[in-house]
Each structure stands twice: as C-alpha cells, then as structure tokens.
C-alpha cells in the first residue's frame, strides 16, 4: 500500500476509493517530455481493496510508459499488477 493511501485511512479513517474505478496517480511521479502525446501521471485502478498499476493499463489509458517505468523505479515498495 502507497504511503500516501495508508495516510488517507490512517487520518480520514476510510478508504477513499471505490472499487472498479480507474485513478491517476500524480504525486512522486515526472512530467511526461510529450504532452501533446501522453496524458500525465500514472494511471491506476482499485481492484478487491488494492490500488494497481501496469503498463498496459498505463499505455492503454494514453499515459506515458516512461513516466510509469520512473515512477517504479522510485517507489521501491510498489510492484506491477500482473
């Protein structure tokens, strides 16, 4: 679980997102260098109580694949959805 939902839960009490939802993840993670191209962010969708993330899920939403392979690389904790 990100740090960033465990602090939503642990302050509001709650999980503040609904199943079968698609997010965009934009804290931690870099600007795409192609706007015109890619969306921004990392794009996400909660599944049985779990906020998950793949490239496939990522390209096929029209989000950047170099964003998202940084965004991996810098959140140690976080792993693809497979």
């Known amino acids: 679980m990100s740090k960033i939902l465990k602090y939503i839960k ?3 009490n ?3 997102f609904e199943e079968g939802y698609a997010y965009i ?3 931690n993670t870099e600007n795409t260098q192609y706007p015109e ?3 921004e ?5 909660y599944e049985k109580g779990t906020l998950k993330i ?3 899920f990522q390209e096929a939403n ?3 694949p170099m964003v998202f392979k940084k965004y991996l690389l810098k959140e140690k904790n976080i ?3 497979i």
């Open 10 to 12: 642990k302050v509001f």
């Open 14 to 16: 709650k999980d503040v």
């Open 25 to 27: 993840i934009l804290d």
């Open 37 to 39: 191209k890619y969306s």
């Open 41 to 45: 962010g990392v794009f996400a969708w």
């Open 54 to 56: 793949s490239l496939e």
């Open 62 to 64: 029209g989000g950047d």
């Open 79 to 81: 792993s693809e959805a």
